[in-house]
């Protein structure tokens, strides 16, 4: 036999001993993103998800409910508001929202008060300052109101409503996120008509503003991080998650992948989490590793300072609606298949029909609104380990083109030092053993199980320290002689 010949039969009968096909090459496995998913009201439209000083989350409904989540128990309540209820919030002892033309304020055990706006259009984003007042921003015109409750929290009838007219005759993003930084208290809201970010000191009373009319757009979600920078989701043409340093007055552009458009967003130390609109997706930015543009914009002190009127107002109430026992969550888990892992960006397909709208992120867990199957989303940034075992043809791990995979090889996962594997898991027919979901920040080292094969390499299987989602990939390469049974067909 000639020398080709018998070398292509070496590699057949090499593929009967090891199970399976040497000879076929196979694409990488895509991650799987474990998340768990709890039912909604299937009727309701729930949207914003904010979470309080306590680590509890708040869900509005505009069919008239109000969630109220325990992410440590995973236990949920129901306040039956009525009415379409927005961006409800915790401070204290009350849960403030807003409805159309009124501010609503309950205790915890539902006795709620409303006081009437006659001046507003549509009441739609709530803040609370670190006084515990109320802010809320008209979404139709140029108005924020600011609804103070008395010092002890108890007599309604002293409450005091303030209107804000902010100068501008346009407006139309309806956003609002309050934060304090150096003893005072700011507000941030946007301006999509003028493409303007705002931002209010609510301490000494003076507005800024940055107006970019390329680069600012349209503006959704609105947070801010640990170094006191701005974020917002720009639901514009560029399509993109911003940073706004308001103190160098620097505006960086994130610009997404696959034109998404964004909606709402979170920040997990230095990761911005957020959703997407009409589009069954979840993601994960890291800033700092990938791509932006920067602009330097230019910053207005105190011009169009808002004119501020301030008024007693008596409520209407107490009324009393019905709150819920506590009841279980019954979370079951969700696959959600990675489908952009590159440049700093990791994107993942949900369910069909998914369309994702508010995010929070408590105690290291990101909770999400799924207005589109009105499902309640819990996830966590997570990662994907694939260990590969190969055969080397030549013996020689440093030439190309001549490993193959080796099915039923066991692979052993270690984590954060562990002496035994937290799991073990088979080569399948590509050669390689995948873990998905894996929780993080953590350390992982994979181990092949010993068999009598002459080691060559092995690549990146730990212990390893990952911090970011995506995937990595490691290898072992081994050689061993064909088993003696053969030799007799070799020689054919």
Known sequence: MHAPYRLLLVILVLAVLLGGSLLGGSAPARADFQA????????GVAYEINADSEGLLWISD?????WSIDPLSAQYKIYSAGGSPADARRAGDFIYWVDSNKIVRSNLSGEYYTWMVGSAATLYSTAVDSLGRLWAIDFLDHYLYRLDPNPVGLDPAQNELCTYTIQDNLWGSGYLHSYSYGGKDYLIFGNDDLSRLYRYNITDDQLEWWQESTKIGSIYGLTVDAQHNIWFANYHTDKSLSELDPVSSKLKQYILPNTSPPAMIAVQDDLIWYSVIDLPRLGVLDPSTAAYTETNLSSNHGQGQP????????PEGPYQMFVSPAQDLNLSGEKYTAFYEADGWYMYLMPQGAQPWGIAQVDGKVWMVDQGRQKLVQTWL???LRACKKWDLDKDAGTSGDQYPVPGWRMDLYKNGSLDPVDSKLTGPDGCAQWDGLELPATYEVKEELRDWEYLASSGCGPTAITLPGTTTCKFVNW???????LPLLRR
């Open 382 to 384: 997570q990662a994907s």
């Open 62 to 66: 505009y069919y008239g409910e109000i």
């Open 480 to 486: 061993t002689e064909v088993h003696p049974v053969f």
């Open 36 to 43: 768990f998913e709890a039912g909604l009201n299937p009727d």
């Open 307 to 314: 004119k501020i009127s301030c008024t007693p107002v008596l």
